[in-house]
């Protein structure tokens, strides 16, 4: 069965064919999203799907949170469409109202810190 896939923001329009990853079916022809790993592991295939249904393949967890996941946000490698699918690529940016992975969240306290104390080591309350 082949599923029409689109992407926000393009005319572009691919297919993919039964069994096959959204990201496989745009692979050799130009796409808004980056290829790298293909196995769920690097995130920079992150999308938000907008519309459609899929089946994901394993993802890293610390590419894809649980809040992430329950907002449509997937890595397009391990996307498998069951209809047409619409996309938005996100990439390594992480999609509206999906927490930041760990090394994230702690990279905009440390630099929440900086900007109110001007220093990266003082403690959180340290300093107003
Ligand atoms: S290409 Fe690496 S997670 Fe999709």
């Not at 496989?24 to 592991?41: I, K, N």
């Amino acid at each position: 069965m082949q599923h029409r896939i689109t992407i926000e923001g393009s005319a572009q329009a691919f297919v993919s064919h039964s069994g096959q990853s959204a990201l496989d079916a745009m692979v050799g022809r130009p796409s808004a999203l980056e290829v790298g790993c293909r196995s769920g592991g690097c995130g920079v295939c992150r999308v938000e799907v907008l519309s459609g249904s899929f089946a994901r393949g394993e993802m890293s967890a610390e590419q894809i949170s649980a809040e992430c996941r329950s907002r449509g946000i997937a890595l397009a490698c391990r996307v498998f469409p069951n209809s047409d699918l619409h996309l938005r690529p996100l990439g390594k940016r992480v999609g509206k109202g999906c927490t930041p992975n760990a090394d994230v969240a702690e990279l905009l306290r440390s630099l929440t810190r900086i900007a109110r104390c001007g220093d990266h080591r003082s403690e959180p309350g340290a300093c107003t």
